[in-house]
């Protein structure tokens, strides 16, 4: 029997060579098929056609069409969020250079569990995240090599994003404060947070209203006094809106509260000199979720937790002697088991180092500019339109508009009338008691044209 070619070793290459030529050629062809954002018909025609395609999904004799035949089913009936219309969720259109980069990754395969099956790749991640965490905690940390041998040194962790670095923020939380800190948020706050806090065991979360969309500070000081962890956002997924972090890092200081800003959306503001100071009271905070599938444009995964002691991360040392063997770190291999949660774990950070590196911090900072630009442009065509009304300024690249004198049943109605014709994606939001339509733009690629054609299409969309 012939053994099929791998993808690594010295043959990889040339046997990976021809078959990205199919890669490629297969998703230029779904593109061609798929003709705009998103694919026409609704979730029933979708799945007829990826039924078609897939046929029996374990052959009794192996099909060699099947590489060509699913990637260019699955491009047609993607959303495509390099698309300008497809402007929905918080899913950025990935560069190039970092999708190539996750090609590698995949060709070469280290799993970041141990030293010895990721050598290089461990050592570039503990370069990367101390780099990111002093990116996050400033100046004073950033580019000192005194704080390289520290453990008190910042540090971050790879994660699979927000959803995992909150569930992280919240168990070092409880390992430092003890199984009695309760959680305060907003309503506002990311949903993985309160469910984090049932996950760990903790007590019921505190949830404060947020009627303005963000956390009142005021509200906080009625809180019950105890181990508190205070959670704020910078980024809220349905307006973009940012907490305002310096006066709850001041109540947390006055509190001895412990606090972990989620900045999983507006975290990518710290590349961009124009708009860093929203950011200002990020570098105080105990724990910091960033995701650079967002605003860093990488494929997903691509989350991080930030954490401003990095002694904390010692509460998830583990050890599996077939992986960290008391011996072996004795003598100098290094540690990898309490890096995370998982075991098995992609080096994701290749993707994100060679973004930054080739990028360099004004070439994204350029793109963060770009996108906060396009959103700025798009709420102004909203407003100066007598058929749409906008909800408020946007705050990062997200924008809350709906058809004037529409009922909250006609604002859904268009949605997903937009959907199922695959012309456009657009999110949904509820704020000041109605639904609003969400776009949320992450293309900076997208120009004044297709803001306008975007806007004209649930114009013609919206019922008379």
């Known amino acids: 029997m012939h053994t099929p070619p791998l993808a690594s070793g010295p043959e990889g290459p040339s046997s990976l060579r021809p078959l990205l030529d199919t890669v490629l050629e297969a998703l230029e062809e779904g593109a061609r098929g798929r003709r705009?954002?998103?694919?026409?018909?609704?979730?029933?025609?979708?799945a007829a056609r990826m039924r078609e395609a897939l046929g029996a999904v374990l052959p009794d004799d192996g099909d060699p069409e099947a590489l060509r035949r699913l990637v260019r089913a699955v491009a047609e009936g993607s959303a495509d969020p390099a698309d300008p219309l497809c402007?929905?969720?918080?899913?950025?259109?990935?560069?190039?250079?970092?999708?190539?980069?996750?090609?590698a990754v995949s060709a070469l395969n280290p799993s970041?569990?141990?030293?010895d099956q990721a050598p290089a790749?461990?050592?570039?991640?503990?370069?990367?995240?101390?780099?990111?965490?002093?990116?996050?905690?400033g100046e004073t940390h950033r580019g000192a090599g005194n704080c390289a041998t520290s453990p008190h040194r910042p540090d971050a962790l790879v994660t699979t994003g927000g959803t995992e670095s909150n569930q992280l923020a919240l168990l070092l939380a409880r390992e430092t404060l003890g199984p009695g800190v309760r959680l305060?948020?907003?309503?506002?706050?990311?949903?993985?947070?309160?469910?984090?806090?049932?996950?760990?065991?903790?007590?019921?979360?505190?949830?404060?209203?947020?009627?303005?969309?963000?956390?009142?500070?005021?509200a906080l000081e009625t809180i019950p006094h105890g181990p508190l962890l205070i959670a704020a956002t910078a980024g809220t997924t349905d307006a973009g809106l940012i907490d305002p972090l310096p006066e709850i890092a001041a109540l947390c200081a006055q509190r001895g509260a412990r606090l972990h800003i989620d900045a999983a959306y507006g975290g990518g503001l710290l590349f961009s000199a124009r708009h860093r100071a929203k950011l200002t009271g990020l570098s105080v905070a105990d724990t910091v979720t960033l995701d650079l599938h967002k605003l860093g444009w990488q494929p997903a995964a691509a989350g991080l937790l930030a954490v401003?002691?990095?002694?904390?991360?010692?509460?998830?040392?583990?050890?599996?002697?077939?992986?960290?063997?008391?011996?072996?770190?004795?003598?100098g291999l290094p540690d990898l088991l309490g890096r995370s949660l998982r075991?098995?774990?992609?080096?994701?950070?290749?993707?994100?180092?060679?973004?930054?590196?080739?990028?360099?911090?004004?070439?994204?900072?350029?793109?963060?500019?770009?996108?906060?630009?396009?959103?700025?442009?798009?709420?102004?065509?909203?407003?100066?339109?007598?058929?749409?009304?906008?909800h408020a300024p946007p705050t990062i690249s997200t924008v809350l508009f709906r058809p004037a004198s529409a009922t909250d049943d006609a604002v859904a109605a268009v949605r997903r009338?937009?959907?199922?014709?695959?012309?456009?994606?657009?999110?949904?939001?509820?704020?000041?008691?109605?639904?609003?339509?969400?776009?949320?733009?992450?293309?900076?690629?997208?120009?004044p044209a297709d803001l306008a054609g975007l806007l004209h299409l649930v114009e013609g969309t919206t019922p008379r």
Not at 87 to 103: E, I, K, R, S
Not at 308 to 331: F, H, K, M, P, V
Not at 422 to 441: E, F, N, S
Request: charge should be negative; aromatic fraction near 4%; charged fraction near 20%.
């Open 417 to 447: 009338k937009l959907l199922t014709d695959g012309r456009a994606v657009l999110g949904r939001a509820r704020a000041a008691d109605r639904l609003w339509l969400k776009a949320t733009l992450l293309n900076p690629t997208s120009g």
């Open 308 to 331: 401003r002691n990095g002694n904390d991360l010692a509460a998830l040392n583990q050890r599996a002697d077939y992986l960290n063997a008391d011996d072996d770190t004795e003598a």
């Open 112 to 115: 970041l569990d141990s030293w």
């Open 184 to 218: 305060v948020c907003g309503e506002n706050a990311h949903h993985s947070l309160p469910r984090a806090a049932w996950l760990l065991g903790m007590p019921a979360p505190i949830i404060d209203p947020t009627p303005n969309g963000t956390l009142d500070p005021a």
């Open 343 to 390: 075991t098995t774990r992609r080096p994701d950070v290749l993707k994100v180092a060679v973004t930054l590196k080739t990028l360099g911090r004004k070439g994204l900072g350029a793109l963060v500019d770009q996108v906060c630009e396009r959103a700025q442009e798009f709420a102004q065509l909203v407003h100066d339109h007598p058929g749409f009304e906008l």
């Open 87 to 103: 402007a929905a969720h918080l899913h950025c259109p990935p560069l190039a250079v970092a999708a190539a980069a996750d090609l």
């Open 121 to 137: 790749a461990s050592e570039l991640e503990a370069q990367v995240t101390r780099a990111l965490a002093n990116e996050v905690y």
């Open 36 to 46: 705009g954002p998103l694919p026409a018909g609704g979730p029933d025609a979708v």
